[in-house]
């Protein structure tokens, strides 16, 4: 079933607004997302009804607030297809659950002369977490290269292995420039190898079905505000028997068991990983976000995006003087451009003019752009609630900012 786009687009309040007196075309869903009412109206509910912290309480407020904080975790248990609800971590966002990993498991298991496997496209929060591990451990990183498309060279992966591979971490879609990575066979791969993987999903689970248990992943991360929900909550998701052999990280209220002056215990699996009050408003919001996704029909979504991408790829394509970064086989929703002779940042500035929202600059991915010599990119980041129209606006709007710059 096609999407109703006129719903959909009225169920976001703040695409109704104007900016610099135009309508307003938001294509900077990559760095976040805006959030349906849905959504906004779930978190209202909760400061204005039935705020109380979590867990702790035995009066009548807390036991609700807990019991939705709770199943909003079951939310996202379902909605990755986890076999635990104690899978699934609740953290601050993606960075936060990379960094989980990288001090309790790297405290663990990474030694020195150890090496950690990750990718050529990463994510600065992908990147610099695994790069103080190294220096903490005196452990080395290793980087799975890419060709001018923007695809990971498997074969060239498969030869990084040594005996001292102790994680392999990549992003399972490129944020820069919308790679989609074959993430299956990587842990496949890794796996044969003995070696365990951590997919960084930040830029895909809002664009179609994730499965962990069939992904076979060890660990997945992603954040709430990048899917329509909130800022401030992410998802730590960990096998089972990985997790209850990693140390705590944080330590504090929440995730101890009994604490005496001498000796602390901590607590069982997912508390264990979530010291202090969680974001219990944001982690009932996210859930509040994967409800609204489901019933709008993932693969409806991701069937749209596809056909804005092709649309967008080729309006683009057709203006002289601008070249698109990112042509991998398998992509997502965005389009990386630069412009002859026009820094990124000017044309950004020219393009928010007409009202229209794009990021420019390295996207936090500062190692990518010198694989391919450039100093950033222009990016336009689709999503389901964008349409035909608004990049025929962007078309024009780059047009104009040619001319302009003559
Ligand atoms: N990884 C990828 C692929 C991203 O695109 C981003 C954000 O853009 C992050 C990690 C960091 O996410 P957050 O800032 O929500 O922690």
């Known amino acids: 079933m096609a999407l109703d786009i006129n719903k959909i687009r009225n169920d976001f309040p703040i695409l109704k607004r104007q900016v610099h007196n135009k309508p307003f075309a ?26 109380s912290n979590i867990h702790r309480g035995v009066h009548y407020l807390s036991d609700i607030t807990t019991r939705d904080f709770e199943a909003a975790r079951d939310t996202v248990r379902r909605f990755i297809n986890a076999r635990h609800d104690h899978e699934i971590i609740f ?62 060279l498997l074969d060239e992966f498969d030869k990084l292995f040594t005996s001292g591979t102790r994680l392999v971490s990549v992003t399972q879609v490129a944020n820069s420039i919308g790679s989609v990575n074959p993430v299956k066979q990587i842990i496949e791969l890794s796996h044969r190898h003995g070696v365990k993987v951590l997919i960084d999903g930040a830029q895909a689970v809002q664009h179609g079905y994730v499965d962990v248990q069939e992904l076979d992943a060890d660990f997945y991360v992603f954040s709430g505000h990048k899917m329509y929900g909130p800022t401030g909550i992410g998802v730590l998701y ?9 140390p705590p990280y944080q330590t504090g209220g929440e995730m101890v ?37 489901e019933a709008t029909g993932l ?6 995006e596809k056909d804005l991408l092709e649309y967008g790829t080729r309006q683009l394509s057709e203006i002289d003087g601008l070249h698109l970064y ?28 007409h009202g229209i929202a ?3 600059g390295t996207h936090c991915a500062q190692p990518l752009m010198d694989r391919f010599g450039i100093r950033g990119t222009i990016r336009a980041s689709l999503a389901f609630y964008n349409t035909r129209e608004e990049l025929d606006r962007l078309r024009e709007a780059v047009e104009k900012t040619i001319q302009m710059f003559k």
């Open 257 to 293: 068991d009994n604490v005496s002056f001498e000796k602390t215990t901590f607590n069982r699996l997912p508390f264990r990983f979530e010291a202090g009050t969680p974001n219990y408003t944001g982690a009932i919001g996210l859930a509040a976000a994967i409800d609204y996704l």
């Open 91 to 152: 953290t601050p966002g993606t960075t936060s659950g990379i960094n989980l990993v990288a001090f309790s498991f790297g405290e663990r298991y990474v030694s020195e002369g150890d090496e950690i496997i990750i990718s050529a496209m990463e994510h600065h929060a992908n990147i610099v977490p695994w790069q103080m591990l190294c220096e903490r451990k005196g452990a080395r990183l290793r980087v799975i290269p890419m060709n001018d498309k923007g695809e990971l």
């Open 299 to 304: 693969d409806d979504i991701a069937a749209y």
């Open 358 to 360: 794009v990021r420019t």
């Open 238 to 246: 960990g096998k089972e028997e990985i997790l209850e052999e990693m």
């Open 326 to 353: 990112g042509r991998a086989k398998d992509k997502i929703s965005i389009l990386s451009f630069v412009l002859d002779d026009i820094h990124p940042f000017d044309a950004g500035m020219v393009i928010d003019k």
């Open 26 to 51: 938001y294509f900077d869903n990559a760095a976040t997302t805006q959030k349906p009412n849905s959504v906004i109206d779930r978190m209202d509910k909760v400061y204005r009804e039935t705020n």
